[in-house]
T-cell receptor, first 114, second 116 residues
Framework: AQSVTQPDIHITVSEGASLELRCNYSYGATPYLFWYVQSPGQGLQLLLKYFSGDTLVQGIKGFEAEFKRSQSSFNLRKPSVHWSDAAEYFC????????????FGAGTQVVVTP | AAGVIQSPRHLIKEKRETATLKCYPI?????VYWYQQGPGQDPQFLISFYEKMQSDKGSIPDRFSAQQFSDYHSELNMSSLELGDSALYFC???????????????FGPGTRLTVT
């Protein structure tokens, strides 16, 4: 069965520290991978995407992600977090003929401490 | 830059009533997607339309229907509302143009539906 897993429900990080959010997927077809961020009561903002090509992708707000096919992972990273990065982060996957039918992970809540 | 517009932003209905949610995609986008996000849940895909035709379907209840109009805006109609329908409903749009995958999905701010 197709699935998207974000192992960490909640992460607390100090401002200025690095951040890594994990995402693992299980799909038979070539996946199309996305990271979205959601602030409380807000919509989903696209941070970055991977369709093909270079496995290290750069996104907005200083985020990057690396696609590792051998590990079925698409982890999100930021070298130095800002207080404004506190939000919920969702990994999403589309694949095959239903590539537009995004399946989301459960989300990771990021708390940034001073 | 123009974004996806959803209306209304908040909606309160009683059980067994009907609700209509509207979505206006980003100009020139040809595909619209609907998602439902329950409290503390991840978004769940409901249905999508490409060039006014249904392109994919998820776990959308039979009580719900949707369509995309000639101007590409979409409406999600929900009848016989139940308490469990209370959720945030997102619309997203993308430019597909018939090629897979042409573009990423841009989400609107959502409509918060509360069923009492």
């Amino acid at each position: 069965a197709q699935s998207v897993t974000q192992p960490d429900i909640h992460i607390t990080v100090s401002e200025g520290a690095s951040l890594e959010l994990r995402c693992n997927y299980s799909y038979g077809a070539t996946p199309y991978l996305f990271w979205y961020v959601q602030s409380p009561g807000q919509g989903l903002q696209l941070l970055l995407k991977y369709f093909s090509g270079d496995t290290l992708v750069q996104g907005i707000k200083g985020f990057e992600a690396e696609f590792k096919r051998s590990q079925s992972s698409f982890n999100l990273r930021k070298p130095s977090v800002h207080w404004s990065d506190a939000a919920e982060y969702f990994c999403a996957v589309g694949a095959g003929d239903s590539w537009g039918k995004l399946q989301f992970g459960a989300g990771t809540q990021v708390v940034v401490t001073p | 830059a123009a974004g996806v517009i959803q209306s209304p932003r908040h909606l309160i209905k009683e059980k067994r009533e009907t609700a209509t949610l509207k979505c206006y995609p980003i100009p020139r986008h040809d595909t619209v997607y609907w998602y439902q996000q329950g409290p503390g849940q991840d978004p769940q895909f409901l249905i999508s339309f490409y060039e006014k035709m249904q392109s994919d379907k998820g776990s959308i209840p039979d009580r719900f229907s949707a369509q995309q109009f000639s101007d590409y805006h979409s409406e999600l109609n929900m009848s016989s509302l139940e308490l469990g329908d209370s959720a945030l409903y997102f619309c997203a749009s993308s430019l597909v143009g018939g090629t897979v995958p042409q573009g990423e999905q841009y989400f609107g701010p959502g409509t918060r539906l509360t069923v009492t």
